[in-house]
């Protein structure tokens, strides 16, 4: 693994799952983590969507065309980014930097998941709690070839425990940062049952 990709393994990574668990090939274990990063990552792009939705009506900001299947995930993440910015963090630099680590998280984990999902991953070789991985190229030379890397399954493991929290995060921002909302738009005031309900089902996506 490059000093860049440890740094990434390492910066922000949340504590969770250890990798291997007890009876577990390194095989399994890595198989389980990458379905488990795939779900996760497809939960917080559903999230992210749902909060550009809400941020967009509570605003008054055009963002449905940013709301369809063949938009990039980027594209929805920087609208939502500056929509977050404007609504919580719109006269405090420091509430501005909390969010803006949040979106820095999302997109390094985006990278890696990226590189992850769409690469090669082979068997366990030099550790049990460890596995060989190649990034996706189609080069035949093979002096050209990248060379593979070794992958802990703990690191692996923190990995896909950290975006299965984002979206959590995202609403610990929210509820630190509540009575900075209101300074544009009373919308829950106007809208009592919608936003009861919408605050709602917040609550079962960050479970």
Same mark, same amino acid.
């Given at each position: 693994?490059? !000093?860049?990709?440890?740094? &990434?393994?390492? *910066? ?5 799952? /250890? ?8 095989? !399994? ?39 369809? *299947?063949?938009?990039?995930? !980027? ?5 939502l980014k500056k ?8 006269? !405090?630099?420091?509430?501005? &930097? ?25 068997? /366990? ?18 002096? *050209?070839?990248? /060379?593979? #890397? ?8 923190? #990995? ?5 929290g984002l979206s ?22 106007? &809208? ?5 309900n919408w605050v ?8």
């Amino acid at each position: 693994m490059s !000093d860049e990709q440890k740094m &990434n393994v390492k *910066k922000g990574r949340a504590e969770g799952d /250890p990798g291997r668990r007890a009876g577990e090939s390194a095989s !399994d274990a890595m198989h389980r983590l990458l379905g488990r990063l795939v779900h996760a990552y497809a939960r917080l792009d559903h999230y992210v969507g749902l909060q550009l939705k809400w941020l967009g009506d509570y605003r008054a900001q055009p963002v449905e065309q940013l709301l369809r *299947k063949s938009v990039p995930f !980027d594209m929805r993440l920087h609208r939502l980014k500056k929509l977050a910015i404007e609504t919580w963090g719109h006269t !405090d630099q420091a509430v501005v &930097n909390e969010f803006r680590e949040w979106f820095a998280a999302v997109e390094r984990v985006q990278k890696q998941r990226n590189t992850f999902a769409h690469g090669r991953w082979g068997e /366990p070789r030099t550790s049990a709690d460890a596995v060989q991985f190649v990034e996706l190229t189609f080069e035949t030379d093979a002096d *050209k070839m990248k /060379p593979e #890397l070794t992958i802990s399954l703990a690191e692996f493991g923190r #990995l896909v425990s950290e975006v299965e929290g984002l979206s959590a995060n995202f609403m610990v921002l929210q509820r630190k940062f509540e009575a900075r909302v209101r300074y544009t738009k009373d919308w829950e005031d106007a &809208n009592p049952v919608g936003y009861a309900n919408w605050v709602a089902y917040q609550e079962t996506l960050s479970k």
